[in-house]
């Protein structure tokens, strides 16, 4: 428990200043669009004249030097405040709240089972190294690997849900069926199981790599011959020593990978038309709403932050090595 | 020269090799294979593929040839991809390689810019990127090299770091050799090798990030690419879902080359330094 | 003595390797005895030595007779016990030294994990580590060399087998260290009755407690006998050069000392 609480107080000092360099980046990035919120606000609401613009560019301090606005963008951000969202004429953190936990749904289901099916591959892909059904499980996963996300999300839902209709096209429940419980559940399942599959596919295949190759390297460790002079069985061998090593890795890329997945889920959500923050992430950017895309990088900032941080505990978790002070020889 | 030979002798090398060659052939040919601008109406709207010997993969919507498409797509992917990658690894090792000669503060704050990269997700930057400056194709190179450019830095600056500590570098600084010159003598030669290495993945990343972002109507307009093929072919899906296979397997292949090449091109880096 | 293992013409060929390993080794190993196999790198010996418990990598070919007074091969950790050089490398980081050391007797003594556990506190205290119970749930990281050494002698002897080997278990140690294992070696061949098989290319460290010597070189035996008369008596050149080499102020006289 102390080395963990060690880890976090370190780590959470430098995530703080990682933070405010992608909130100055963004802020910068977002200076360099053409025109600022009012004129896309005026944009929306077709038109105004300069007067109109001048007012309003004074009441949300927008006619004010560029560190004066960044300043009120910091200070907004510690409030929590993530401004007004143009296109949705909504608070962008209420939208943002709304929709995020489809997508942790989403994400934490295909991360999980993608992290499941993919070390079990790998374990068994890489018990025996060089095997008919390693090089098998290889050759697949450098295929799955390299398909693109939403082209697979498409073909799926060709095969799954335009021809043998066993699974909705889109959306993330039936709407209006005012369904509850237990069936309402079951009803968001079925539409999850596409979208889900499909992130968890691609990854999976990416898992399986990493374990199968982890796993290749730890069997050359002279503490497996020692494990097998013990005469230990096999099956005691490959799991309890190679795979518990090779798991290590396998979570030091999971952290590396959250970033990746929740970039993924904007065309998986996007394709499946789930009502979740990638999605969002499109709408922001089809209505040319920067202050709802500032938020969203922002937010998706901090939640690769926490995954990583949740990721680091659960690795000084399986490995007593790390934080440890150093003792004996 | 070596090298090469022994990438042709392992199977992932010789067919990946095989893969990227051929399609860096159609690609250089398009306009050959495919004359004529490959978005203009060439036939019959919805031609099945396989039937009508002048289109063998058929027409969309609006009468376009699929193979032209899928021709002059190559040429995009392989352009983009391989122009993204260059720039990430550019931009990479002029950051690693500061940062780890540097060292002190300077190397504190590059590091923190490069986590502040990292932390986006590549793919939602790469977005807001081509959003506020426009969608074009140098822009939709800058966008995805800024979110590929700090893996690169981290492993450059790891490998400055040690090799700069190495006996043979302290002999340079003896002999008296100026700083600039033990960088790029003696220093740049060892650091490029797993920088190199890590390029393939780059690549392939930078192509499928390009189809997704033609995908979502964010490529440049003017080119035929084969996400924006995909997501045409999404509109007719339940009748004509060849509109959308042909593009995807086209990115497969060209990915699955860059993924057996480079697995080729590690296998052979590493028995040439056993040999 | 009954010979507890017989070998005949044993020639150990490497995957890839043009020129055998080992070739044509003729040897006994007696029950009960203390065994020193001695030469420099590149002799063979650990190779004799993973070719006796059948722990060559795979691709290794072998040729030639094992015959075990058994009937039968000798089975890993019931029956032959093996400690490696590099104690850091044989302990697996990420568990704990109880259920390494256990882990051997659980499966071929059939323990439960309570049984186990208490199996893994005797060996502990046998193998004289300061602060057995604590040692259980520690990690190898938080031991020093010394100490991981015996716990690896402690959880290859954990099942009880009859026949240890060691493979250069002190190269990796300071002197000092060095000999507190051998002497912890000797007393637990000589308590449990088994026999030792000692890899060494150090002739003073083996001449002090080995019945028995074979000296190693270039994949050939090149002669074996008893301690005493082997280092009093050599009948080949490369012995005496071997003996030789190693007469310095430090060394403990070796032909007044052997012959015990």
Redesign the interface.
Known sequence: MNRALRLLRRRAIGSIIVLLIVVVLTFLLLEAAAGDAVDAYLLSIGGGDAAIARSLRAAYGLDRSMPARLWLHLSSLARLDLGWSVAFDRPVRDLILERLPNTLLLMGSATALSFAAGSALGILAGAKPGSGRDRLLSTLSLILYAIPGFWLGLVLSIVFAVQLRWLPTSGIETIASGRTGLSRAADIAAHLVLPVGTLALVYMALFLRVMRAAMAEVWRLDFVLFARSKGLSRARIVLRHVARNALLPLVTMLGLQSAAMLGGSVVIESIFAIPGFGRLAQEAVSGRDTALLTGIIVTSAVLVILVNLAVDIVYAALDPRVGASERGA | MRTVRTLLRTPEGAIGLGLLAVLALVALLAPVLSPGDPLRIAGRALIAPFTDPAFPLGTDRLGRDVLAGIVHGARTSLAVGLAAALAALAIGLCVGLAAGFAGGIVDEALM??T??F????????A???????GASAPVVVLAIALGAWADPARLTRAQVLSVRERDYVAAARVIGMHPAEIAVREILPNVLPPVLALSAIIV?AAI?TE??LS????GDPNIVTWGSM?AEG?NV??SA?FL??FP?LA??AT??GV??LS?GLGKALADGREA | MTALCEIRQLRVTYRGQPAPALDGIDLDIRAGERLAIIGESGSGKSTFARALADLLPGGASVAGELRWAAGHAPRAGRDIGFVFQDPAASLNPVLTIGEQVAEGARRHLGLSRKEGRLRALEMLERVRLPDPEKTLDAFPHQLSGGQRQRVAIAAALAAKPGLLIADEPTSALDMVVQAEIVALLGDLVRDGGMTLVFITHDIALASGFADRVAIFRDGTLVEAGPTGRVLAAPRAAYTAALIASHRDLATPPLIGEAGR
């Open positions: 923190r810019v986590d502040a990292q932390i986006v997700p590549s793919f939602l930057l977005l807001a990127f081509v959003s506020v400056v392939a499928l189809a997704a995908f979502l109507g964010l995909i999404r899906l339940r879902p959308s296979i995807g990115l497969v990915v699955v993924y057996l697995e």
